[in-house]
């Protein structure tokens, strides 16, 4: 069915960009009568054809309901989702294929942790530790819990380059901690986080740890086992996968331990009318008809991803990275928001005199799409004093010319602008 296993590498061993943009046909198209130039990646990335056909696939030839049924496609279904189970274990290098739970993404996975663990574990007084650079997503939860359980929501400070402060860790991170939640990467930002630091500051006083990896997926390594992370989370849309499926990875013993999220057709054991019991993992926590087409396509983006190789991507990437900060900084008046020594390639800026959004829509006239706003990080943009920025991040489909393009359409911009 899906043909990917070539060779994406040119021969002075840096990536065939050209050879991968034909995976992705979005790509190519005029936009607003220009060349589509697409550097809003950190909010969801391009899909390659391989992942687009795989879901055509499943629903031209196996869609059935899965785990139940005995007829020929019923298993080929389950067959096809299972297996991307055992694709997601390998890729976080998790322990076991029960700990991988699929969910809606990101933001379920997380909300799935604070309604369940939280729900059970969290008490009056416990402190909540996130990074003053959390998404919503990682911070919204904790706040209702701790709304719900008069439990202290606690901030690991940052730098004003959007690094984070450990010096003083050991008074953030105390015997009151229960939970320790942290972006991996920023997306509003690129730092990257050092997240082992945390872990093991988390563990020293028996807290457990939440990693959202939204944006890390597509550009590092995991191995959730050698971080330690008891949860990490991640959702399929960023990581050139479908939307409406993501993965919570959880320790085997916390998800025993932690009750069903919701209830319903396949988290039972047994159902009477007197009560139930529950099935065990990973189905405890995957309740109802799940996203089966979806979790199957997520498969494939896994094989793609690792078919280029993670090390490629951000090789590639930090070119990309590199030579769109030296640009962008020749633009006058440009302030980088976000100078963290590691980074993967997200390039947020500001200008004192003109609004991100005008850079937005203008940008889109000449059919380059970047993102402009608070990137649901609120706080963050509190903390550096700003709205918003205007942010390009790249993938790696992305090249050199569209940097250009883009630099060229931000001067045009601003000389309407200012
Ligand atoms: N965390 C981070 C760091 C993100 O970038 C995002 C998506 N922008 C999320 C969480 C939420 O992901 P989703 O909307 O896919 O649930």
Redesign the pocket.
Known sequence: MLDIARDFLLANGQLDVERIREDFPILHQEVNGKPFVYFDN???TQKPIQVIEALTHYYLTDNSNIHRGIHTLAERATAAFEATRDKVKSFLNAAEREEIIFT???????NLVAATWGNQYIEAGDEIVVSAM?????MVPWHMLAQRKKAKVKIIPMNDAGELLLDNLENIITSKTKLVAC?????ALGTINPIASLINAAKKVGAVTLI?G??AVSHLDIDVQSLGADFYVF?G??LYGP?GV?VLYGKRSLLEAMPPYQGGGEMISEVTYEGCTYNELPYKFEAGTPNIADVVALGSAIEYVLTIGKKNIRQHETILLDYATKKALEVPGLQCIGTAADKVGVLSFVFSDVHPQDIGILLDKSGIAIRTGH??TQPLMGRLGIPGTSRMSFAVYNTIEEIDLAIEALYKALRLLR
């Open positions: 950190a909010a969801t809606r993404g990101t933001t379920e996975s997380i959390e998404h919503h997503s990682n972006v991996h990467v920023s997306n959202d939204a944006q959702s849309h960023k939307t993501g990137h649901c």
